[in-house]
C-alpha cells in the first residue's frame, strides 16, 4: 500500500536536482543523437548516392569521349591504310612476300602510318586470297585467310558488305598476340584498287594498354563496353570477362533502349553512355558498399559515445549536485533571514567560483537594500526640508515689504479697485504657498501661479517689465513638483533683472520637443559672471543658491534620471534656465 510518506519521498527524488540532470542529460545527449544519427545515416546515404551518380555519370561520359577519341584515332589510320597507293599496288598484285625491297617499301608504309601507337595496336594488310600478308607485329594467325573461310574468317562480315567502305568496328574477336598483347578491339576495312574492285583488307587491332588511363580519373569497380548490335559486353579493365549478358550481372537492371541514363540500387550505381557513330555503349559501374560502410561504422561510434556520455554524465551529476546542495542550502538560509528582516546577514562565500559571485552578489544586493531603506527616509526628510525651505524662500521678508509698499502707493493713487486686484492675487499666491498641502501640481497651475506673481509685479515695475508665456496645451497635465516656475521667475527677477536698467525682458515657453518637455525661463538681465556658475549643480548645495539647489533636488527625486536641469548664462546678456522632463516616463518614474 504507498502512503503518503511514500508519495512524498517519490516527489522529493524526482524534484531532485540529480534527478533532473540526469533526466535532463537523457533528453539533450541521447534524444539528439538518435534523430541525428538517424538523419546522418538517411541524409548521409543520400547524399553518397547522389555525389557518387553525378560523379559516376560525368567520369562515364569523359570516358566515353576517350574511347571515342581511340576510335576515331584508329579509324582513321584504318582509312588511311586502306587508301595507300602503295598498300593498293601491293594487294591489287596478289604476290606473296619475295621482293625484299618491296617488302621494305610497304612495311615502312605501315610503321610510318602507325607511328606512335606501335606499343598500343597493330596494323594487319591483307590480299584477298591470302597470297600478300603484312603487320607492324607478328602477323596474326587468324588473319590468314587461307586457312580461314567464311565464318571463320575475320573479314567474313566485311566481305558480304562488297557495295560498302565503311568501317567495321567489332569487339568479338578478342585475342593474345604472340607478344602477350590483349587485343579487345578490332577496326576492319576493304582495300579496293582504282576499279573499284575489292582487292584486300586492312585490320588495325587496339591492344588493351591503350586504355591504360580511362580508371585514373574516377575509379569505377568496372568499366564495361557493350556492342549494341551483337548484344556483347567487354571490360575494359580485366581481359578475362567478356561475352553476353549473362556474364555481367551488373548489367540485368539496364534495358533497351539503349540509352544516357543513371541507375542506382542498393549496392552499385550504374552510368551508360553511348559512344556517337558507333554501336557501343559505355557502362561506368561503382560499388557503394565500401561508402556506405563508412556511415554505418560512423553510426555505431555515435552511439557507444552516446552510451559512454550517458555513464559519464550519471557520475558527473552525481557529485556535481553534491558540490553545490551545499551552498545552495546555506544561500537559501540567509534568503530566509533576509525575509524575516534581518538585513545585516552575510553569506560566507563558496570556494566555487560561480556560487562565490552568486554569494557575492547576494551580500552587495542585501547591503543595496539596506542602503537604499536609509536613502528613502533620507529622501523623504530631504524633500520635507526642501518643501519647507522652499515656502521660506517665497515668504521672505523681503517679498511681503515690496508688496506692502505697492499695496500702500496703490492706495494712495489710485483708490480701492487695484489695491483690490493686488489683494486678491496676493492672496492667491499665498494660498497656492501655504495651505495646499500636495507635492505635485499640473503644470497649468504652476503656470497660473507664476502668472498671479507677475501680475502684482507689473503692476509694481510698470511697462519696464515685459513679459511672454508660451504653453503647448499638450503640458497642461503635466505634473511636476510644486514651487519650481515661480522660484526661478522670481530668482530671474530680482537677481537678473532688478539690478538692469532698461527694458527687463521675461520669457517662460513650454513646448515639446521629440519626446521631452522642454520648459524654459530666459531673461536679458545681468546674467551670471564667470566662475561663479558651478560645472556641477551638486555644487549648488554649498552655496549661497540654495533655492536653485531646492529645486534641481526635488526635481532629481521625482524623476530620476528621466529630466535634464541646465543653466546657460551670459554676463550682462542674460540668463536662461531649462528643464527637459521625458514625457513617455513621466508617469512612470517616482
Same mark, same amino acid.
Given at each position: 500500500?504507498?502512503?503518503?510518506?511514500?508519495?512524498?519521498?517519490?516527489?522529493?527524488?524526482?524534484?531532485?536536482?540529480?534527478?533532473?540532470?540526469?533526466?535532463?542529460?537523457?533528453?539533450?545527449?541521447?534524444?539528439?543523437?538518435?534523430?541525428?544519427?538517424?538523419?546522418?545515416?538517411?541524409?548521409?546515404?543520400?547524399?553518397?548516392?547522389?555525389?557518387?551518380?553525378?560523379?559516376? &555519370?560525368?567520369?562515364?561520359?569523359?570516358?566515353?569521349?576517350?574511347?571515342?577519341?581511340?576510335?576515331?584515332?584508329?579509324?582513321?589510320?584504318?582509312?588511311?591504310?586502306?587508301?595507300?597507293?602503295?598498300?593498293?599496288?601491293?594487294?591489287?598484285?596478289?604476290?606473296?612476300?619475295?621482293?625484299?625491297?618491296?617488302?621494305?617499301?610497304?612495311?615502312?608504309?605501315?610503321?610510318?602510318?602507325?607511328?606512335?601507337?606501335?606499343?598500343?595496336?597493330?596494323?594487319?594488310?591483307?590480299?584477298?586470297? !591470302?597470297?600478300?600478308?603484312?603487320?607492324?607485329?607478328?602477323? =596474326?594467325?587468324?588473319?590468314?585467310?587461307?586457312?580461314?573461310?567464311?565464318?571463320?574468317?575475320?573479314?567474313?562480315?566485311?566481305?558480304?558488305?562488297?557495295?560498302?567502305?565503311?568501317?567495321?568496328?567489332?569487339?568479338?574477336?578478342?585475342?593474345?598476340?604472340?607478344?602477350?598483347?590483349?587485343?579487345?578491339?578490332?577496326?576492319?576495312?576493304? /582495300?579496293?584498287?582504282?576499279?573499284?574492285?575489292?582487292?584486300?583488307?586492312?585490320?588495325?587491332?587496339?591492344?588493351?594498354?591503350?586504355?591504360?588511363?580511362?580508371?585514373?580519373?574516377?575509379?569505377?569497380?568496372?568499366?564495361?563496353?557493350?556492342?549494341?548490335?551483337?548484344?556483347?559486353?567487354?571490360?575494359?579493365?580485366?581481359?578475362?570477362?567478356? !561475352?553476353?549478358?549473362?556474364?555481367?550481372?551488373?548489367?540485368?537492371?539496364?534495358?533497351?533502349?539503349?540509352?544516357?541514363?543513371?541507375?542506382?540500387?542498393?549496392?552499385?550505381?550504374?552510368?551508360?553512355?553511348?559512344?556517337?557513330?558507333?554501336?557501343?555503349?559505355?557502362?561506368?559501374?561503382?560499388?557503394?558498399?565500401?561508402?556506405?560502410?563508412?556511415?554505418?561504422?560512423?553510426?555505431?561510434?555515435?552511439?557507444? /559515445?552516446?552510451?559512454?556520455?550517458?555513464?559519464?554524465?550519471?557520475?558527473?551529476?552525481?557529485?556535481?549536485?553534491?558540490?553545490?546542495?551545499?551552498?545552495?542550502?546555506?544561500?537559501?538560509?540567509?534568503?530566509?533571514?533576509?525575509?524575516?528582516?534581518?538585513?545585516?546577514?552575510?553569506?560566507?562565500?563558496?570556494?566555487?567560483?560561480?556560487?562565490?559571485?552568486?554569494?557575492?552578489?547576494?551580500?552587495?544586493?542585501?547591503?543595496?537594500?539596506?542602503?537604499?531603506?536609509?536613502?528613502?527616509?533620507?529622501?523623504? &526628510?530631504?524633500?520635507?526640508?526642501?518643501?519647507?525651505?522652499?515656502?521660506?524662500?517665497?515668504?521672505?521678508?523681503?517679498?511681503?515689504?515690496?508688496?506692502?509698499?505697492? /499695496?500702500?502707493?496703490?492706495?494712495?493713487?489710485?483708490?480701492?479697485? &487695484?489695491?483690490?486686484?493686488?489683494?486678491?492675487?496676493?492672496?492667491?499666491?499665498?494660498?497656492?504657498?501655504?495651505?495646499?498641502?500636495?507635492?505635485?501640481?499640473?503644470?497649468?497651475?504652476?503656470?497660473?501661479?507664476?502668472?498671479?506673481?507677475?501680475?502684482?509685479?507689473?503692476?509694481?515695475?510698470?511697462?519696464?517689465?515685459?513679459?511672454?508665456?508660451?504653453?503647448?496645451?499638450?503640458?497642461?497635465?503635466?505634473?511636476?513638483?510644486?514651487?519650481?516656475?515661480?522660484?526661478?521667475?522670481?530668482?530671474?527677477?530680482?537677481?537678473?533683472?532688478? =539690478?538692469?536698467?532698461?527694458?527687463?525682458?521675461?520669457?517662460?515657453?513650454?513646448?515639446? /520637443?521629440?519626446?521631452?518637455?522642454?520648459?524654459?525661463?530666459?531673461?536679458? !538681465?545681468?546674467?551670471?559672471?564667470?566662475?561663479?556658475?558651478?560645472?556641477?549643480?551638486?555644487?549648488?548645495?554649498?552655496?549661497?543658491?540654495?533655492?536653485?539647489?531646492?529645486?534641481?533636488?526635488?526635481?532629481?527625486?521625482?524623476?530620476?534620471?528621466?529630466?535634464?536641469?541646465?543653466?546657460?548664462?551670459?554676463? !550682462?546678456?542674460?540668463?536662461?534656465?531649462?528643464?527637459?522632463?521625458?514625457?513617455?516616463?513621466? &508617469?512612470?518614474?517616482?
Amino acid at each position: 500500500m504507498v502512503t503518503a510518506h511514500d508519495n512524498h519521498k517519490r516527489s522529493v527524488l524526482y524534484g531532485s536536482l540529480f534527478y533532473r540532470l540526469i533526466s535532463y542529460f537523457l533528453i539533450v545527449m541521447i534524444i539528439p543523437l538518435v534523430v541525428l544519427s538517424v538523419y546522418y545515416v538517411a541524409a548521409g546515404n543520400n547524399a553518397i548516392t547522389k555525389n557518387l551518380s553525378d560523379q559516376n &555519370e560525368m567520369a562515364t561520359v569523359r570516358i566515353a569521349d576517350q574511347v571515342k577519341s581511340i576510335i576515331e584515332s584508329y579509324r582513321h589510320k584504318t582509312y588511311v591504310l586502306s587508301t595507300n597507293n602503295t598498300i593498293i599496288s601491293e594487294l591489287d598484285a596478289d604476290a606473296p612476300e619475295t621482293s625484299s625491297s618491296r617488302s621494305k617499301e610497304i612495311y615502312e608504309q605501315l610503321f610510318t602510318i602507325m607511328r606512335g601507337d606501335t606499343y598500343l595496336a597493330s596494323a594487319t594488310i591483307v590480299s584477298s586470297s !591470302g597470297q600478300a600478308r603484312y603487320s607492324t607485329h607478328l602477323f =596474326p594467325s587468324r588473319y590468314d585467310i587461307r586457312y580461314n573461310r567464311n565464318d571463320w574468317n575475320p573479314f567474313f562480315t566485311l566481305s558480304r558488305t562488297a557495295g560498302e567502305n565503311a568501317s567495321v568496328i567489332t569487339i568479338e574477336n578478342r585475342y593474345a598476340t604472340q607478344t602477350n598483347a590483349f587485343v579487345f578491339m578490332s577496326i576492319y576495312r576493304k /582495300v579496293r584498287n582504282t576499279a573499284g574492285e575489292e582487292v584486300g583488307y586492312v585490320a588495325v587491332d587496339i591492344f588493351q594498354e591503350a586504355l591504360s588511363s580511362l580508371n585514373n580519373w574516377f575509379r569505377f569497380n568496372e568499366i564495361i563496353l557493350i556492342d549494341t548490335d551483337n548484344f556483347l559486353a567487354s571490360s575494359l579493365l580485366t581481359t578475362d570477362r567478356f !561475352g553476353d549478358f549473362s556474364n555481367f550481372p551488373e548489367l540485368r537492371s539496364i534495358q533497351a533502349p539503349f540509352t544516357r541514363k543513371t541507375i542506382t540500387d542498393s549496392s552499385m550505381i550504374i552510368s551508360t553512355v553511348s559512344i556517337p557513330g558507333t554501336s557501343f555503349i559505355v557502362a561506368g559501374v561503382t560499388d557503394t558498399t565500401v561508402h556506405r560502410q563508412g556511415i554505418t561504422h560512423f553510426f555505431f561510434i555515435i552511439i557507444m /559515445v552516446a552510451l559512454l556520455g550517458l555513464l559519464v554524465a550519471s557520475v558527473l551529476a552525481f557529485f556535481f549536485t553534491r558540490s553545490i546542495a551545499k551552498p545552495v542550502n546555506r544561500l537559501t538560509s540567509s534568503m530566509r533571514k533576509v525575509e524575516a528582516g534581518d538585513l545585516a546577514v552575510r553569506v560566507h562565500e563558496s570556494k566555487i567560483v560561480e556560487f562565490a559571485q552568486l554569494d557575492s552578489t547576494f551580500n552587495a544586493m542585501v547591503s543595496q537594500i539596506a542602503e537604499l531603506l536609509n536613502l528613502t527616509r533620507e529622501e523623504e &526628510e530631504k524633500v520635507r526640508e526642501a518643501e519647507r525651505k522652499a515656502l521660506h524662500a517665497q515668504m521672505n521678508p523681503h517679498f511681503l515689504y515690496n508688496t506692502l509698499n505697492t /499695496v500702500k502707493a496703490i492706495a494712495k493713487l489710485h483708490g480701492e479697485q &487695484e489695491i483690490l486686484m493686488i489683494v486678491t492675487k496676493l492672496g492667491r499666491l499665498l494660498r497656492e504657498s501655504i495651505e495646499n498641502r500636495e507635492t505635485e501640481q499640473p503644470l497649468s497651475q504652476s503656470i497660473a501661479l507664476v502668472e498671479n506673481y507677475l501680475a502684482i509685479q507689473k503692476i509694481r515695475f510698470g511697462e519696464k517689465l515685459v513679459t511672454s508665456i508660451e504653453v503647448d496645451p499638450r503640458l497642461n497635465d503635466l505634473m511636476l513638483p510644486k514651487l519650481v516656475i515661480q522660484p526661478l521667475v522670481e530668482n530671474a527677477l530680482i537677481h537678473g533683472l532688478e =539690478p538692469k536698467t532698461g527694458t527687463w525682458r521675461l520669457a517662460i515657453r513650454c513646448s515639446v /520637443v521629440d519626446s521631452w518637455a522642454v520648459i524654459t525661463i530666459s531673461d536679458n !538681465g545681468i546674467g551670471i559672471p564667470k566662475g561663479m556658475l558651478p560645472e556641477n549643480l551638486e555644487e549648488l548645495a554649498n552655496s549661497e543658491h540654495i533655492g536653485l539647489y531646492n529645486i534641481y533636488r526635488r526635481m532629481q527625486l521625482r524623476f530620476n534620471t528621466s529630466f535634464s536641469f541646465r543653466i546657460d548664462s551670459i554676463e !550682462g546678456e542674460g540668463t536662461e534656465i531649462s528643464i527637459a522632463v521625458r514625457r513617455d516616463r513621466e &508617469e512612470n518614474v517616482g
